[in-house]
């Protein structure tokens, strides 16, 4: 039967709240712990990638939700409407209302395509296709696979989104596909970013802009997508130039491949967790160290929802929920919260089938390679982390709150 409060409530089943909820789970008698979320399935995102390729079915990223609940913790089927952490409470859909000792918030983040003008019910038509949504995977690999020439355009837009890898390696594979279908000789493949850069960290930065220039890619920074004209098959960006002049451009294409802005939930900032200004403003507030709330000291936070000036991937949030666990026993033993989350990321970036960068990283930008070998080069053996170990990693260690 459950209950109207728990000791430890934990929003969000994605890979943090999972992951958390059976390391506590050996330290906390599991009836203790409830984890809301209403999804049915559980996803291994960091696949799609290769999936929308067409180079592997998108089912095997699937699997249900009920046999990733650890043993005796509570699911919750329900959607958090709002958090007020002045009584404890969280409103739920179907009026429920959920007291707490503590709480986990771990509800990633929200894909805004509202955000871009002229995308609703546009999406899987007119070559307009993403891999940031499991529903369009497949038309996103039919696209790629059937493309016989013309415009493919890639999008990338401003951070911070999830998985910031992900725009490039979409593209990358794609223009491979091209190649070994014989129409690469009259594609034109173009990276259309917000950014700078081909991406945030020099070193990597830096291989890839010679990567796109020997495989014939056309980079346009600078260019945010705002809108899409699905009749005429025209891409419109805000285009920032040098002295910070913005002006609207539209690029036809044959293929578009669009990633949307992104934003924490609006339950979020509504509650009053979120921080008010700055760079991480609407993003939970916690220490970019501890992941203790800030004005809350019985609320911490992991994954794509945290302000932490790190990038969201699910390598991030292996690194936060260990220490997410070690400093929420500490608080609940009185103590203060030592362990320490140095904003590790990684992003093994796709640039060929077969190849990949396996670029790793903490806060400032700082370099954290796993391995003794450059990680600026693509290997195979790292195509072979990417595709094969890493998902069983995920399911078979990370969720079971072992790594």
């Known amino acids: 039967m459950e209950k109207s409060k728990y000791r430890i409530l934990i929003l969000g089943g994605g890979a943090g ?47 249900k939700q009920s046999t990733l609940i650890p043993h005796g913790v509570t699911w919750l089927r329900e959607t958090v409407i709002s958090v007020d952490p002045g009584n404890k409470k969280v409103k739920l859909s179907h009026d429920l209302s959920i007291e707490y000792d503590y709480l986990v918030v771990a ?38 696979q059937r493309f016989q020439g013309g415009t493919a ?23 491979n596909v091209f190649r070994l279908n014989g129409v690469r000789h009259k594609s034109k493949v173009i990276f259309a970013t917000a950014g700078k850069a081909m991406f945030g960290i020099p070193t990597f930065s830096n291989a890839l802009a010679e990567i796109v220039k020997e495989k014939g890619i056309e980079p346009k920074y ?24 913005v002006t609207k451009q539209s690029l036809k294409f ?23 200004a700055g ?18 000291p019985e609320i911490f936070g992991i994954g794509d929802v945290t302000g932490v000036p790190n990038s969201k991937t699910g390598a991030a ?46 806060y400032d930008g700082k370099l954290m390679p796993t391995f003794p070998l450059d990680p600026a080069v693509p290997r195979k053996m790292m195509w072979h982390l990417k595709k094969d170990i890493l998902p069983h990693l995920y399911w078979q260690v990370m969720l079971r709150g072992w790594a």
Not at 19 to 44: G, T
Not at 153 to 164: E, G, L, R, S
Not at 226 to 238: L, N, P, R, Y
Not at 279 to 292: A, F, I, M, P, R
């Open 317 to 362: 949030v292996r690194s936060q929920y260990p220490v997410v666990a070690e400093n929420l026993l500490a608080v609940m033993s009185g103590k203060k919260p030592t362990a320490s989350y140095n904003g590790y990321s990684s992003c093994p970036l796709i640039t060929e089938i077969g190849k990949v960068m396996l670029a790793e990283f903490g």
């Open 222 to 245: 600078m260019h945010k997508i705002s809108g899409v004209d699905a009749e005429k098959k025209e891409a419109i960006f805000d285009v920032t130039d040098a002295d910070g002049k």
């Open 153 to 175: 355009i890639f999008v990338m837009p401003p951070v911070p989104i999830k998985c910031a890898g992900a725009p490039q390696k979409i593209m990358y594979l794609a223009e």
């Open 254 to 276: 044959d293929l578009l491949h669009v990633v949307p802005p992104m934003t924490a939930h609006s339950y979020v900032a509504e509650s009053g967790l979120a921080f008010e």
């Open 17 to 63: 709240g999972i992951s958390l909820a059976a390391r506590l789970a050996r330290s906390v008698s599991p009836d203790q712990i409830a984890i809301v979320d209403p999804a049915e399935s559980h996803f291994y995102q960091p696949m799609w990638t290769i999936a929308g390729a067409g180079l592997v079915p998108k089912e095997t990223t699937r699997k």
């Open 107 to 144: 509800t990633g983040l929200r894909l805004a395509w509202e955000k871009i003008e002229g995308l609703e019910g546009n999406l899987g038509k007119n070559g307009i296709c993403t891999v940031y949504d499991y529903n369009q995977v497949d038309y996103t690999a039919q696209q790629i």
């Open 279 to 296: 760079d991480q403003k609407g993003w939970l507030e916690v220490d970019k160290h501890t992941l203790q709330h800030l004005k809350y």
